[in-house]
């Protein structure tokens, strides 16, 4: 993991709580429940994005 990258992320107490109870329930690590977060919502775009493609 010579290439790894550090990712600081921000929460608020509920969403962590929730993060980590789901997390716990998959028992995954950090690192792998975010990495199957982004494989599985791929196609998803936050509002603030899709409303920044629809201004332009």
């Given at each position: 993991?010579?290439?790894?990258?550090?990712?600081?992320?921000?929460?608020?107490?509920?969403?962590?709580e929730a993060f980590e109870s789901t997390r716990?329930?998959l028992g995954l690590e950090r690192a792998q429940?975010?990495?199957?977060?982004?494989?599985?919502?791929?196609?998803?775009?936050?509002?603030?994005?899709?409303?920044?493609?629809?201004?332009?």
């Amino acid at each position: 993991m010579g290439n790894s990258k550090r990712l600081t992320l921000s929460l608020s107490p509920e969403d962590y709580e929730a993060f980590e109870s789901t997390r716990g329930k998959l028992g995954l690590e950090r690192a792998q429940y975010i990495k199957h977060l982004m494989a599985v919502n791929k196609e998803f775009k936050p509002p603030a994005i899709r409303d920044r493609e629809i201004i332009k």
